[in-house]
């Protein structure tokens, strides 16, 4: 089948766990596909000619909708302007005209949509356009539990308010675009639940998985030269206070690691990402480093004693997992931060959801070496059984051939 896969989501080397989706999702693709590419971002910000021609290696062309042309490199500057292109329609009129006179020249079957949770107006104004071509909304997640799992742990009314309303609305846009899009994509069984429950027809919800290229990680580089040990190592996207991510730094910064160096004084914490160093980089403990966005995680996660995964809200599931098994380095997660995603409490990772079973399941993965090792490798043995991206391919061929048939 012709595929047009698009997204406004789109980096290399990938950056976190939207980049790994994305990224993989395309290699599968492009193995049971002719798939063609159009990014709905800039050059600069997929990583320029190194990326782009990264991507051409998986597709027949490689083209940008006009939403990329012009924008700002600078963070702020560029939200600013992405939200008055927004307002004044701008974006999403170029964008629709373009990928419907994308789809006629080339022939193109499918039309699937990368991080489709956050693309519903486009694909409503295509859908209008083109009700003939099949579309994939391909989530990451359930947006509305990402955005309202928030409520219990925020006290402040607007806030609440804000959190509420937010989350209300994509519900709406979910219960649409299920019954809209010809198929809607979960990454786990707990996401495809919930969108069967919305659909006239549950065929329509389709597993494709968060999952890793281990030969992406089958060679540790040299460790980080201000790595120290013993050390625990948080990673993900961070951007503001309320953000999942922030949320669960504070926690392990004033809760668990405290109680962590009671017992062993001279831990080291390392937390890596996007935007961390702009929102938690006025830390300046000792033996806490906050590293921002690197070009790559390796040469600390390889060498980590500890992955942490203290999510207490979030939707889908985590390539924090997934990355840390691929590199042999044992997990202590919540119970949450392990959603939808088969792992066993003491034979694939620890489960804590309170700050002292938390710090006590780090500690004991610091002082038990054997526990660690056997933690860590049948964890990689789940990864590489069930998460890797030959499944993928297998789940992208399940979904190609359920449209070819529908």
Same mark, same amino acid.
């Given at each position: 089948?012709?595929?047009?896969?698009?997204?406004?989501?789109?980096?290399?080397?990938?950056?976190?766990?939207?980049?790994?989706?994305?990224?993989?999702?395309?290699?599968?693709?492009?193995?049971?596909?002719?798939?063609?590419?159009?990014?709905?971002?800039?050059?600069?910000?997929?990583?320029?000619?190194?990326?782009?021609?990264?991507?051409?290696?998986?597709?027949?062309?490689?083209?940008?909708?006009?939403?990329?042309?012009?924008?700002?490199?600078?963070?702020?500057?560029?939200?600013?302007?992405?939200?008055?292109?927004?307002?004044?329609?701008?974006?999403?009129?170029?964008?629709?005209?373009?990928?419907?006179?994308?789809?006629?020249?080339?022939?193109?079957?499918?039309?699937?949509?990368?991080?489709?949770?956050?693309?519903?107006?486009?694909?409503?104004?295509?859908?209008?356009?083109?009700?003939?071509?099949?579309?994939?909304?391909?989530?990451?997640?359930?947006?509305?539990?990402?955005?309202?799992?928030?409520?219990?742990?925020?006290?402040?009314?607007?806030?609440?308010?804000? =959190? !509420? *309303? /937010?989350?209300?609305?994509? @519900?709406?846009?979910?219960? #649409?675009?299920?019954?809209?899009?010809? &198929?809607?994509?979960?990454?786990?069984?707990?996401?495809?639940?919930?969108?069967?429950?919305?659909?006239?027809?549950?065929?329509?919800?389709?597993?494709?998985?968060?999952?890793?290229?281990?030969?992406?990680?089958?060679?540790?580089?040299?460790?980080?030269?201000?790595?120290?040990?013993?050390?625990?190592?948080?990673?993900?996207?961070?951007?503001?206070?309320?953000?999942?991510?922030? =949320? !669960? *730094? /504070?926690?392990?910064?004033? @809760?668990?690691?405290?109680? #962590?160096?009671?017992?062993?004084?001279? &831990?080291?914490?390392?937390?890596?990402?996007?935007?961390?160093?702009?929102?938690?980089?006025?830390?300046?403990?000792?033996?806490?480093?906050?590293?921002?966005?690197?070009?790559?995680?390796?040469?600390?996660?390889?060498?980590?004693?500890?992955?942490?995964?203290?999510?207490?809200?979030?939707?889908?599931?985590?390539?924090?997992?997934?990355?840390?098994?691929?590199?042999?380095?044992?997990?202590?997660?919540?119970?949450?931060?392990? @959603?939808?995603?088969?792992?066993?409490?003491?034979?694939?990772?620890?489960?804590?959801?309170?700050?002292?079973?938390?710090?006590?399941?780090?500690?004991?993965?610091?002082?038990?070496?054997?526990?660690?090792?056997?933690?860590?490798?049948?964890?990689?043995?789940?990864?590489?059984?069930?998460?890797?991206?030959?499944?993928?391919?297998?789940?992208?061929?399940?979904?190609?051939?359920?449209?070819?048939?529908?």
């Amino acid at each position: 089948m012709r595929v047009l896969f698009t997204t406004e989501i789109l980096e290399h080397p990938p950056a976190g766990g939207p980049q790994l989706r994305i990224e993989n999702s395309i290699k599968a693709l492009s193995r049971v596909a002719d798939l063609w590419i159009v990014a709905r971002t800039a050059t600069q910000l997929i990583g320029g000619k190194a990326a782009e021609d990264y991507f051409r290696q998986y597709c027949r062309e490689f083209d940008y909708a006009p939403s990329g042309n012009r924008l700002f490199g600078n963070r702020i500057l560029r939200k600013l302007q992405r939200s008055w292109r927004k307002l004044r329609g701008v974006d999403i009129d170029a964008d629709t005209q373009f990928i419907v006179d994308y789809v006629r020249a080339r022939q193109i079957d499918v039309i699937w949509f990368g991080y489709g949770n956050i693309s519903f107006p486009l694909i409503r104004r295509i859908k209008a356009r083109m009700p003939e071509i099949p579309v994939v909304c391909d989530t990451d997640s359930v947006w509305s539990r990402f955005v309202l799992r928030e409520l219990p742990y925020q006290r402040n009314p607007i806030r609440r308010w804000y =959190v !509420a *309303a /937010r989350g209300r609305r994509k @519900e709406r846009e979910e219960r #649409v675009w299920v019954n809209l899009c010809e &198929v809607t994509t979960a990454v786990s069984e707990v996401d495809a639940e919930y969108y069967r429950s919305l659909a006239t027809d549950p065929q329509r919800v389709r597993i494709f998985s968060n999952v890793i290229d281990l030969n992406s990680y089958a060679n540790a580089p040299a460790p980080a030269q201000d790595i120290r040990k013993p050390c625990i190592y948080l990673a993900g996207t961070f951007g503001h206070y309320h953000s999942p991510m922030d =949320v !669960a *730094a /504070r926690w392990v910064l004033t @809760e668990i690691l405290p109680k #962590v160096r009671a017992a062993i004084p001279k &831990v080291n914490f390392y937390i890596v990402g996007r935007d961390s160093d702009r929102t938690l980089g006025h830390l300046r403990e000792p033996h806490v480093s906050v590293l921002g966005k690197l070009p790559s995680v390796l040469p600390y996660l390889c060498y980590a004693d500890v992955s942490l995964v203290p999510l207490k809200f979030e939707s889908g599931t985590r390539f924090k997992i997934l990355e840390a098994a691929a590199c042999g380095v044992p997990i202590v997660s919540t119970t949450l931060g392990a @959603e939808g995603l088969p792992v066993i409490d003491g034979q694939h990772v620890l489960i804590a959801d309170d700050a002292e079973q938390f710090a006590g399941a780090i500690i004991r993965l610091l002082n038990n070496r054997l526990l660690a090792q056997t933690l860590a490798g049948n964890c990689r043995e789940l990864v590489r059984r069930s998460f890797s991206v030959d499944r993928l391919e297998e789940e992208a061929r399940d979904i190609l051939g359920y449209l070819s048939h529908a």
